[in-house]
């Protein structure tokens, strides 16, 4: 049955951000991206609008006879190219909120995470990539930044080059039933947002502080490019403006923008503010060095630990909680930037 271009606006105007009208074309990998990340921040969604005439054609054109001429390459795609690397980095930062506490989280769980994620976007349309090609570059460069978040942006990099590498059209495949496509779209969905829900519910706190953590050391990759940053600051934003828009405000309000501008300032201070208890709790100053962390995190861990501390059991193990805590903190801190020099 062809496929209708009104049909296809009205459901982009009703579900366009949850994919709608990929999923009446057929488009299931799109759909599934679109269900993902809201229709790309909503700025995907938007340029949609003047491509969905060529969508329509696609898709009437592929129901009619598929593909069968596979051994063309397609034309290698900027926009398909940078939109890899960022679903990529997208999908490495929910893994770091949901699925950090797994062991070998950096060697399996990131770029796995990170791989899919560019493979994802290499399926869009009527192209695809090779599987086994992408993950391997992920799992190859994941090794080269262990135990630093700063490694999602290397690994997306490799995976991303490694599937536009291996582009390609997609093979010939019979029609599937309705059911089956939204079953497997939904554990698919269900595969990604599990995790995020199930630790947002049952461990809120660690969460938001690591969602906070996480973003702070996004945000601190665009320290030395202040106009890159305030581009990043706008995407941020870009959603709740959306959302006051489609709920019928029209501008905002400067309470409302000011409560949204100190979670930014929040996210963005939070590591520093993390760093100076971390100093404040080892007795050092700010311009220490790791020689100096560690001897004196040596020295505290041997006064305040509860063996030797048996008649005030309680307080020598809370010194030495504190004590752990502030030397991971300043170790974890400091990790992007040896990663980086």
Same mark, same amino acid.
């Given at each position: 049955?062809?496929?209708?271009?009104?049909?296809?606006?009205?459901?982009?105007?009703?579900?366009?951000?949850?994919?709608?009208?990929?999923?009446?074309?057929?488009?299931?990998?799109?759909?599934?991206?679109?269900?993902?990340?809201?229709?790309?921040?909503?700025?995907?969604?938007?340029?949609?609008?003047?491509?969905?005439?060529?969508?329509?054609?696609?898709?009437? @054109? #592929?129901?009619?006879?598929?593909?069968?001429?596979? $051994?063309? =390459?397609? &034309? /290698?795609?900027?926009?398909? *190219?940078?939109?890899?690397?960022?679903?990529?980095?997208?999908?490495?930062?929910?893994?770091?909120?949901?699925?950090?506490?797994?062991?070998?989280?950096?060697?399996?769980?990131?770029?796995?995470?990170?791989?899919?994620?560019?493979?994802?976007?290499?399926?869009?349309?009527?192209?695809?990539?090779?599987?086994?090609?992408?993950?391997?570059?992920?799992?190859?460069?994941?090794?080269?930044?262990?135990?630093?978040?700063?490694?999602?942006?290397?690994?997306?990099?490799?995976?991303?080059?490694?599937?536009?590498?291996?582009?390609?059209?997609k093979t010939s495949v019979?029609?599937?039933?309705?059911?089956? @496509? #939204?079953?497997?779209?939904?554990?698919?969905?269900? $595969?990604? =947002?599990? &995790? /995020?829900?199930?630790?947002? *519910?049952?461990?809120?706190?660690?969460?938001?502080?690591?969602?906070?953590?996480?973003?702070?050391?996004?945000?601190?990759?665009?320290?030395?490019?202040?106009?890159?940053?305030?581009?990043?600051?706008?995407?941020?934003?870009?959603?709740?403006?959306?959302?006051?828009?489609?709920?019928?405000?029209?501008?905002?309000?400067?309470?409302?923008?000011?409560?949204?501008?100190?979670?930014?300032?929040?996210?963005?201070?939070?590591?520093?503010?993390k760093r100076q208890l971390?100093?404040?709790?080892?007795?050092?100053?700010?311009?220490?060095?790791?020689?100096?962390?560690?001897?004196?995190?040596?020295?505290?861990?041997?006064?305040?630990?509860?063996?030797?501390?048996?008649?005030? =059991?309680?307080?020598?193990?809370?010194?030495?909680?504190?004590?752990?805590?502030?030397?991971?903190?300043?170790?974890?801190?400091?990790?992007?930037?040896?990663?980086?020099?």
């Amino acid at each position: 049955m062809a496929k209708g271009l009104l049909v296809t606006y009205a459901l982009w105007a009703v579900g366009g951000p949850a994919g709608l009208h990929h999923l009446y074309l057929g488009r299931d990998s799109h759909a599934l991206l679109w269900m993902l990340t809201l229709g790309g921040g909503g700025l995907g969604w938007l340029w949609e609008f003047w491509k969905l005439p060529s969508f329509v054609a696609q898709a009437n @054109r #592929l129901q009619g006879q598929r593909q069968s001429s596979v $051994a063309r =390459t397609p &034309p /290698l795609s900027f926009i398909r *190219f940078v939109a890899q690397v960022i679903v990529g980095i997208y999908f490495g930062l929910v893994a770091l909120i949901s699925l950090s506490f797994m062991a070998n989280f950096y060697i399996v769980g990131l770029p796995l995470a990170v791989g899919l994620g560019v493979l994802l976007v290499a399926a869009v349309g009527n192209q695809t990539s090779d599987f086994k090609n992408t993950l391997g570059a992920a799992f190859l460069t994941s090794p080269i930044f262990y135990g630093r978040p700063i490694a999602i942006l290397p690994i997306s990099l490799a995976a991303s080059i490694t599937a536009q590498k291996h582009r390609r059209y997609k093979t010939s495949v019979g029609s599937e039933t309705l059911s089956i @496509r #939204l079953y497997r779209l939904g554990l698919a969905y269900l $595969a990604f =947002t599990g &995790p /995020l829900v199930y630790s947002t *519910f049952c461990n809120t706190v660690a969460t938001l502080s690591y969602v906070a953590e996480t973003l702070g050391s996004f945000l601190s990759w665009f320290s030395f490019f202040p106009l890159l940053g305030r581009v990043i600051e706008s995407v941020f934003l870009l959603p709740y403006r959306i959302w006051r828009l489609l709920v019928g405000h029209h501008g905002f309000s400067n309470d409302s923008f000011h409560e949204w501008e100190k979670l930014y300032e929040f996210v963005s201070s939070f590591q520093d503010e993390k760093r100076q208890l971390a100093y404040q709790v080892l007795s050092l100053s700010e311009g220490a060095t790791n020689e100096e962390i560690h001897r004196r995190y040596r020295e505290l861990v041997k006064i305040w630990h509860p063996d030797h501390n048996r008649h005030q =059991t309680e307080e020598a193990q809370r010194h030495f909680l504190e004590i752990q805590a502030a030397y991971e903190a300043l170790s974890q801190l400091r990790k992007p930037k040896r990663s980086w020099r």
